[in-house]
């Protein structure tokens, strides 16, 4: 050790002369329990409940478009049987007042006035354009049909004429309105599908009154 120099120096020459060097160490844990809040097999099942009450209402609203799809086709089916109906009654009633005309026209010159043979053809031709009327009723009918149906064979630019195979029925039906009623509020998918959105919805009341607890 030479002069000037002592020997904590030479042992921690780094260290610069007067410095004490010290380190801190501080250890916190924190554990944090709700008494009640989350607590309870409802609370935690609460996700897995309304999970299934939307895959119901799924179901039931694909459930309610298919019977509205089927109850458009069956609209459209026998609105296509009636104008095709009403193109038969009006091209007789043209055919009808077509042969009066010419019956007048032939008599003419015996006991047929000019009114009453202006008349007879005013009232044909009447009947005639009510005919085309009709007949456009019918296509227009048919393509309300094909869009319903929805099939590539039947497309909207090719002439593909829709017959109608099915009779109308013309007998008087008796229904139990109760009961039709009854079936009504068992069956109706809107109304399942109301139902299982308030049960979400209870779910989802529990969930956030049970947020509120301690």
């Known amino acids: ?45 609460a996700q897995i409940e309304i999970a299934r009450a939307n895959r119901a209402v799924s179901y039931w609203r694909f459930v309610r478009e298919v019977r509205d799809r089927l109850r458009d086709v069956e609209v459209a089916y026998w609105r296509l049987v009636q104008t095709r109906r009403n193109v038969a009654v009006l091209a007789e009633s043209v055919a009808q007042n077509y042969a ?14 000019p009114v009453q043979i202006a008349n007879a053809q005013a009232r044909w031709h009447g009947r005639y354009v009510e005919l085309l009327e009709s007949i456009k009723a019918v296509k227009d009918a048919e393509d309300a049909l094909k869009n319903l149906i929805n099939d590539p064979a039947l497309k909207l630019s090719e002439d593909v004429e829709i017959v109608p195979t099915e009779t109308p029925l013309a007998v008087p039906i008796t229904l139990d309105q109760f009961a ?13 599908e109301a139902k299982l959105g308030l049960d979400a919805l209870r779910v989802g009341t529990t969930v956030a009154r049970n947020q509120t607890l301690p």
């Open 1 to 45: 050790v030479g002069p000037g120099v002592t020997r904590n120096q030479i042992l921690s020459p780094d260290v610069p002369k007067g410095t004490n060097p010290s380190w801190a160490t501080n250890f916190v844990a924190e554990l944090r329990q709700p008494l009640l809040r989350n607590f309870g097999l409802a609370v935690n099942r």
């Open 100 to 113: 009066t005309y010419l019956d007048l026209h032939e008599r003419r010159f015996h006991d047929a006035t």
């Open 180 to 192: 039709e009623v009854r079936r009504a509020l068992e069956s109706r998918p809107e109304i399942r």
